[in-house]
């Protein structure tokens, strides 16, 4: 049983930080990334498909986004898509592409988008506690069922400390390397 209860406090951090990651790729940096619209769906036959399962995107220059479709009729709802996420990117079409320019970001654009990854880091930071907070109880409810010594539940929640503080290290790292993302001219 103690097993399986670090096996989901494990699972439940390593959900946490994957979707931190996710969420981060979604910061604009001022260079062309693919997969800031990976969480974009478009409205297709009457069902929300992802953007990326309608079309190809691709990245032909360095401060350019070209959205293929598969199907060109679907290209004036890739482009509402993009307006409405308001991601701050306006798009334009030559016929079978989106292209999307991705233009430089001011220093005061790269100041909200630091601060906007701070709070993404944050809320992934929260989640894991969250789980360690879930972990422990379950923790403690099991050593009285059982009737662990609480000097052995102790030393499992310091394990517990011990995973936190290695997913949030990782959290951490993820900071550092956005930062540096986005501050690159």
């Keep these: 049983m103690l097993k399986t209860i670090f096996d989901n406090i494990k699972t439940g951090m390593e959900k946490a930080v994957e979707h931190t990651k996710t969420e981060l790729k979604k910061v604009r940096t001022g260079r062309a990334n693919p997969e800031m619209f990976n969480s974009l769906f478009v409205d297709y036959y009457g069902s929300k498909t992802p953007l990326n399962q309608v079309s190809s995107i691709s990245t032909p220059e360095a401060r350019l ?43 005061e654009r790269r100041s909200e988008m630091i601060k906007y990854s701070h709070q993404i880091i944050e809320e992934g930071k929260i989640s894991i506690r969250s789980v360690r907070r879930d972990g422990i109880h379950q923790l403690h409810l099991f050593g009285k069922e059982e009737k662990i010594s609480e000097d052995l539940i102790k030393d499992n929640e310091s394990l517990i400390q011990v995973e936190t503080d290695k997913f949030t290290t990782i959290l951490d790292t993820l900071q550092t390397e956005k930062e540096n993302e986005v501050l690159e001219i």
């Design 65 to 107: 986004i070209s959205i293929t479709p598969y199907e060109k009729q679907i290209i004036p709802i890739i482009e509402k898509t993009i307006i409405e996420s308001n991601m701050g990117y306006t798009p334009s079409n030559n016929g079978t592409s989106v292209l999307i320019p991705i233009p430089a970001l001011s220093q």
